[in-house]
């Protein structure tokens, strides 16, 4: 079956450290997204790609956090500099595009500034 | 801007039994579509059911299916013959089909616990 990857898997790190979290989404899917959850707000959207252009990024720190695909096998969310808030876990997903197409979920990547 | 509501933070089912989790939801839109997602202890997130607003018909997949009012705004999953797998916290989602707007809006989820 054809999944999500994300790397790494888990990320502890000192505040104030740049972190980049990376994902491949599944070959042949056009958009890509970025949640992050946590215990207090849930699953909520960061940013969006579709075609490998950002749609939508309004629910990411504009300051300190930044999303990118340098290709269409590549999305990468890096915080810089990062903060004991950012602590959650970021998920990435892919899809088709289409509204009625569901969303594949990577694993996640569980983040811990300290 | 459209939400999603759970108001069950946590469910308890035996196994075998049958078990009705909650969502409504709120939207001024007439198409959209409304998604179940399975996240287990390992952290997945898994698609359990969808539901296109268009369809009259409600969505079945084996043992899981919803009861899609939409006069009410309200998309429920029932879980038949529940299993200790189905243990997990599971999340509705509502996603719009105009325009840009392709994200997810989740709930808060319900985490249903499977006892024997």
């Known amino acids: 079956d054809a999944r999500v990857t994300q790397t790494p898997r888990h990320k502890v790190t000192e505040m104030g450290q740049e972190v980049t979290m990376r994902c491949q989404p599944i070959l042949g899917h056009n958009t890509v997204f970025w949640y992050r959850q946590t215990m207090m707000q849930g699953l909520e959207l960061l940013a969006y790609?579709?075609?490998?252009?950002?749609?939508?990024d309004s629910g990411m720190p504009k300051d300190r956090f930044s999303a990118e695909m340098p290709d269409a096998t590549l999305a990468t969310l890096k915080i810089q500099p990062s903060e004991p808030r950012d602590s959650a876990v970021y998920f990435c997903?892919?899809?088709?595009?289409?509204?009625?197409?569901?969303?594949?979920f990577g694993d996640g990547t569980r983040l811990s500034i300290l | 801007a459209q939400t999603v509501t759970q108001s069950q933070p946590e469910m308890s089912v035996q196994e075998a039994e049958t078990v009705t989790l909650s969502c409504t939801y709120d939207t001024s839109e007439s198409d959209y579509y409304l998604f179940w997602y399975k996240q287990p202890p390992s952290r997945q997130m898994i698609l359990v059911i969808r539901?296109?607003?268009?369809?009259?018909q409600n969505a079945t997949e084996n043992r899981f299916s919803v009861n899609f009012q939409k006069a009410a705004k309200s998309f429920s999953l029932k879980i038949s013959d529940s299993q200790l797998g189905d243990a997990a916290m599971y999340f509705c989602?509502?996603?719009?089909?105009?325009?840009?707007?392709?994200?997810?809006?989740f709930g808060t989820g319900t985490r249903l616990q499977v006892t024997l």
């Open positions: 989602a509502y996603r719009s089909v105009s325009g840009t707007a392709s994200k997810l809006t």
């Open positions: 997903a892919s899809g088709l595009g289409l509204s009625n197409q569901p969303q594949h």
């Open positions: 539901q296109e607003a268009y369809k009259q």
């Open positions: 790609f579709r075609n490998r252009a950002p749609l939508d």
